[in-house]
């Protein structure tokens, strides 16, 4: 399967090499000092390779990873494209750069696309700081990041997006120039960064070609995608935590099985294009035990006492949709208990974690609706949304009491996934008026994908009258934003009035707020 993925043995074999050097490092915790000696150092560039901006993420207490990728058009004018190359970065306590905190080298190799990935340590706590890049005597844009708080330090205020869902042709990414002037203390993307496809009427601009299968075309659509000058500015403006979502690969793909009639084989190929062109273009760490199309993404990332993020993935490892996909009457595999998203081990590791989970809040950070959005068909049977948590009720339901019965200290769901803005309260059993609730969820809209866009319709209205727990619907394009304290969960939902044309201004469209101890929604 890996070797598809490769046009020449020879390349093939540096990444293995390179790749074993990177797991090694890894281990060692000595990832930026990698490839010393074996990359090449470059004097003298004539032009600048730093065409995508740069970006951080994952933050820890002691570290952030810093991202750039180098130009491939730059290189190959360079005779530079075959080479491992070093970069340069400086970390700096104040944007003017005159209290470098931290500098150090690593190697962007052709195999990984010229991407670079430093994990820089030695930071310290909740510091915000700013990073540049170098190469050839050229200096890319400064970015600013922040550290996370140490996981025993009282946090007063914290402050996050979060956003998903950015198909290019059918919008502008004004929200996130919005998202980069608010400084976030993070922002988190839930998936759906780029699109294998091309749908829908009115679009606003291209992003090049049919739907893409290969690495190179995975380069080639990030490529597009990160060029937007409004999404720099937002990975420059604070540290992301990034997830993906079917996009990323294949609409609707489910582990192993395509969404059309690719074979598994042929799908298996893709996904190991997708993930690396996805771990090339994100700002996170090299995910450990990544070989071909297996790349565990899940993580957990602390900030303090007060919040700690589950990072999900809810489509490498799922069971099948049942009955057919999309809205269906319910149907024997659908009731069958076995059924699972996350897969076991993400299962058992979440489930752990949440039972021993000490933070005051704890985000659940992933892609699809977990709150039941049932439909009613036109003969008055329920629709179950097969794609998201209503597809596989028994392991939601294991989820959401293991939440009750362990105690977790006030449980959030943050999700992206269906372009529109949602809240909604989550119970065990969603037919159960007693069900007590036992967690919150705020479902984030498109940044793009859809259009423009509205602030209601039938659909709907329909939904929240059929689901109780469901307290908000809007349909407007924009993102979240998040203000935590030890007190309270506040968030705002803000919309765009239109993306098809650039610059549109920001809103708040509605604010709910969680109390310490009460998971109910309360408006403000
Ligand atoms: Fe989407």
Redesign the pocket.
Known sequence: MKAAIFQRPLARRRFLFLMSRLSAALALGALPALAHGAARRVNQLPEDPFYLGVASGDPRADAVVLWTRLDPAVLRRAGLDEDVLQVDYEVAADAGFSRIERAGSIAAAPELGHSAHADVRGLRPDREYFYRWRIGGVASPAGRTRTAAAGAAEVDRFRFAFA??Q?YEHGYYTAYRHMAEENFDLIVHLG?YIYERTWGENLVRSHEGPEIHTLAEYRARYETYRSDTDLQAAHASAPWAVTW?D?EVDNNYAAQTAEDEQTQEQLLARRAAGYQAWYEFMPVRLPVGWQGPDMPIHRRLRFGKLLEMNVLDTRQYRDDQACGDGRRPSCAEHMDPSRSLLGQAQKRWLLDGLASADARWNVLAQQIMMAGLRAVGEGGEQLWPMDIWDGYPFERRELLQTLADAGTPNPVVIT??I?THWAAELKPDFDDPASPVVGSEFVGS?VS?GGDGEDSNDYGTALLANNPHVKFFNAQRGYVANTITPAQWRTDYKVLPRVTVAGAPISIRKSYIVEDGDPRLRED
């Open positions: 998903s869902c198909q759906d979502d996009h992206g996934d372009h498109s994908s």
